[in-house]
Structure formats: C-alpha cells, structure tokens
C-alpha cells in the first residue's frame, strides 16, 4: 500500500471501493476474524438503520472482533435474515445482504422522494417505483403497505410472529409462495430487490384497480375488500379462528374488523414514513 492511500485509510477509513471489495475471511463467533475484515463489517454495519438491523448504538470501528460487534451481526441477521448464527462467511448470505448497504448514504436515491425512502436501498427505491408504475399504483401506498407487514424492517425474511408461515415484504402465505411458483424458504433467501419481482406477479391481476393505500392492504389481507366501501366488514367474532388471528384490528372491540379498521395502522405507516427524516 502506498504512502499516500495509506494516509487517506487512516484519515478517513476505508474507502468505498475499498467496502466494495468485501472480506477475505469469516466475521463473527468462531470465525477467521482478520483486522481488515472486522473493520470493514464494523463500518457497513454502521452505515445499516438501526430499524432494519443496523446497531442500536454505533459500532467503535476498532478492526477487534467483540461483544459489541457480535452482538450487531446477530442483530442484522435477526431482522434481515430470520435466522442468527452469528457468523459472516464471505459469498455467504449474511454478506450478501450486508453487502447491499455498503455506502448506503451515498447511493442513488434520485427521483421522486418516497415515504421510507430513507431507510432502503437505492436499488430497492428503484424497483419499488419501477414495479409501482408498471401496476398503475402509487409507490408510497405499496411502501407503507410493506412497512406495516415487515414491522418497518423491509425485510424479505421476517416471518409472521404469530406462526402462520407468512414470509417476507407482503407476508406471503405458504400456500400464495406455492401459487406464485415460489415457496416461502426460497423467498426468506431472496434479496429484497428480488423479492419485489413476487411482489409485482402477486399484485399483477389488480393492476389498474388499487387507487388507495386501503385497497393496497385489501390486496395482502381481505382481497374480497377491494374497491369496497370503509365500512365493509371483513372479520366478525363470530367467525373464529379468523377474527381471532386479525382481532388487533378490531380498534373499537365491537367484535367486527371493518375496512377502515384493517387499513388505519398500514395509513400510519404512510403518515409515518412521511416524515421529512423518512421521505427521500
């Protein structure tokens, strides 16, 4: 290494096609855990929203492999990967994914500012708006849509808590990954980017008919919904395990999930990522 880069190294950190070029060895609990490899973790980490995995608190880019930097691996792949061995294997998921925030500040975010803009990656922005156009929907209502089903983590691994198998940015149903020609294992080891080509096949026999960010939710949760009025009934008490599964959107307990209901909090999230430190 010349005099000169290696001054610029020590002045400002590794470059950005210096993160470009990724790690030589493994990162993480049992792994090789080189200097230049836990250094360039420890700053792509840095650069992740702490939302969709990032540290709590900003790593100390030491290049010394800790509890604090195992702690963060596990952290992302907890959130982007559904899954949380601790280890960075180069070529292997956890890097690919991570290898997609490597200069996230920095990358292409041009056109029209989009609600959670922020918090994605440029070529995620990208695609959103590309598959939003091709679907004759507006982009910020899919965005706010998918930031309520991933809990605002835009992850295309996260699984429904509550044990039902759904997947992914929409929460893809075994059964609908299986329709889609797709599975929801196959879909959890996608890229988010490629997850959205999913995204749009599953939207596609809507296409044209989704002009609210209510009739974009009816399309994930209740289909029958679209295009009906707020007050239309989706889930009553009286139906069982169904209610039962949605009855957090029953918001005035009156044993009936209306449109307006189910829709309210996905139009929060549209509120939310609204926000001039989301919308970019």
Request: glycine share 10%; charged share 25%; no cysteine.
């Amino acid at each position: 290494m010349s005099r000169v880069i290696l001054l610029v190294v020590l002045l400002f950190g590794l470059a950005p096609q210096v993160l470009g070029q990724g790690i030589s060895g493994s990162v993480g609990e049992g792994g090789r855990n080189r200097a230049d490899d836990v250094l360039w973790v420890q700053k792509v980490l840095n650069q992740v929203p702490s939302v969709v995995g990032g540290p709590l608190r900003p790593l100390v880019e030491d290049s010394k492999f800790g509890p604090n930097t195992a702690a963060a691996i596990k952290r992302f792949q907890k959130i982007q990967l559904a899954f949380a061995d601790g280890l960075i294997e180069p070529s292997g998921r956890t890097f690919q994914r991570l290898s997609e925030f490597v200069d996230f500040a920095g990358q292409d975010r041009s056109g029209d500012p989009l609600v959670w803009g922020a918090i994605v990656t440029g070529p995620f922005k990208a695609k959103v708006i590309a598959v939003a156009k091709d679907l004759q929907l507006d982009p910020n209502f899919l965005m706010a849509a998918m930031a309520f089903e991933t809990g605002e983590t835009f992850s295309p691994a996260i699984k429904n808590a509550a044990g039902s198998g759904a997947t992914g940015l929409i929460q893809f149903m075994p059964e609908t990954a299986k329709r889609l020609g797709t599975s929801t294992d196959d879909l959890a080891k996608m890229t988010a980017v490629d997850q959205l080509d999913f995204v749009k096949k599953y939207f596609s026999p809507y296409r044209g008919k989704l002009q609210t960010v209510a009739d974009v939710y009816m399309a994930i949760l209740w289909p029958k919904a679209v295009g009906q009025p707020d007050d239309f009934v989706l889930f009553e008490k009286e139906q069982g395990k169904v209610y039962d599964q949605n009855k957090g959107l029953d918001l005035n307990r009156d044993g009936k999930i209306t449109k307006r209901e189910a829709a309210e909090k996905v139009q929060k999230k549209l509120e939310k990522g609204s926000s001039s430190e989301l919308k970019k």
